[in-house]
């Protein structure tokens, strides 16, 4: 076997190396912001800065390091109900409890960046609490049915069209999921599409196991019911 020369180790090193979420979130926000560049007031700043936080948060595995020690993944439960605030530098969990040293891989934002990029970073805008007029009730939607209509549109070679319903399938999915694991679920699926398409190979193993969970919990989800 041929020795890696020191080019090829200084690139996994890079690749394996963490950044804060601060940071890749301003990375991520040049790409995905219309007009990155235009001088806004802090407060805009920060929020934008927090909206695309939550959708690397979504379609990319976070990190928390406490002192002295390596960064360890945070687990979907711990991320069910957590906010990100203060321009992406402070993690909130449903708990309360405060996190400030939260990071993702170098390697996953490129990924996560594309992901963002086809699903549009709006969809994970935060809710306002204070609706100007009264909105209709949604339509309520068999979360089954809308699992097994993305199941048929990836079924098979990939198809573009078919890709991008599914994907806007699977995003509103997440968006009504009562549940926060279902959400994460949802939007695992979509990061396995899309690793999937960028295979040449087309390997399907990861969409199909990502595909198999997000039914297995939806099925969990409907007996409890």
């Not at 080019?7 to 890749?24: E, F, G, M, Y």
């Not at 699977?170 to 994460?184: E, K, Y």
Request: no cysteine.
């Amino acid at each position: 076997m041929a020795k890696r020369n020191s080019t090829d180790r200084l690139i996994d090193d890079l690749r394996s190396q963490h950044i804060a979420l601060s940071v890749a979130a301003g990375l991520a926000r040049t790409q995905l912001i219309p007009q990155p560049h235009k001088a806004y007031d802090a407060q805009h700043l920060s929020e934008s800065l927090n909206l695309v936080a939550r959708g690397l948060a979504k379609v990319a595995q976070l990190y928390v390091a406490a002192p002295g020690e390596a960064p360890r993944a945070l687990a979907p439960t711990e991320l069910e109900g957590a906010q990100i605030q203060s321009g992406a530098t402070l993690l909130v969990l449903k708990d309360g409890r405060k996190l400030s040293a939260v990071s993702m891989k170098r390697a996953d934002l490129r990924q996560a960046v594309a992901i963002l990029k086809t699903i549009g970073v709006q969809e994970f805008a935060a809710q306002s609490p204070e609706p100007q007029a009264p909105e209709p009730e949604p339509q309520r939607v068999d979360p089954l049915a809308q699992l097994a209509e993305i199941e048929r549109l990836l079924t098979g070679p990939l198809v573009k069209p078919q890709v991008s319903r599914a994907n806007s399938l699977s995003v509103a999915l997440a968006r009504s999921a009562p549940q926060g694991h279902i959400a994460n679920l949802a939007m695992q699926l979509v990061s396995a599409v899309h690793e999937v398409q960028s295979d040449q190979t087309q390997d399907t193993d990861r969409l199909k196991l990502a595909l198999a969970r997000l039914r297995d919990a939806l099925d969990s989800e409907q007996t409890r019911q």
